[in-house]
């Protein structure tokens, strides 16, 4: 907020700020950055300042009364970013489905209705990309050194879970972990069909976790610590009971 503040009443916190705020990027150690219409003059220690003329194309926002550029807009600056590789990228689109900010189809839609806009390419050049697809042993090959890493003992695989074949699963945790492709890619009765395999296995008590190809070929540790966490929880709640 207050880095908003201080550069002008049309500030708004963009790029990877704006992406950690809205909770699709992890939070790290860099200068805060906000965007401000162009020709404005602010500059300030510690803040990143971007200038553009559609700075507030396609809309403001607020999150805790900071505000900040819309997840479109926060996800095209996270393209333009070079300092985020295309499994961030990925991630950072996969989350913000997750999280109801916007769909990847509805993200393609509007890449094409704005202006020219540094990101804008490479963000569409993602989408409308060939699927990162992973074969079963290189799914296993990069995964289980992860998940080891992670403090979890050998998953089976491949079996058999409330009438669904699942990746992995931990049957003393009561951890099922799936892996995508890009959610763009998935056809809707795909998504479905998923919606319902994991609801069958909470029903069943089960935690299931879901990551994409690309995240754990390219973020690794981002696979690794989410893992390390939830089997954190899961054996806490194990000894509650």
Known sequence: ??????????????????????????????????????????????????????????????????????????????????????GQLEASINEADHLGLVDPERLRVAIDELPRWPGRGRLRRLLDGPVITLTSTQLERRFLPLAREAGLAAPVTQVQLDGHRVDFHWPDLGLVVEADSLRYHRTPFKQARDKRRDNAHAGSGLTTLRFTHGQMRNEPEYVRRTLLTTARHLRRAKLRT
């Open 1 to 86: 907020m207050a880095a908003v503040l201080a550069c002008g009443p049309e500030a708004l916190l963009s790029h990877r700020s704006a992406a950690a705020l809205w909770g699709i990027r992890q939070p790290q150690e860099e200068a805060i950055e906000v965007v401000v219409p162009a020709g404005l003059s602010k500059s300030r220690p510690g803040i990143r300042t971007h200038r553009r003329r559609e700075h507030m194309a396609p809309g403001r926002r607020e999150i805790d009364h900071i505000p900040l550029t819309h997840p479109v807009a926060t996800l095209i600056d996270l393209a333009a970013s070079p300092s985020v590789a295309d």
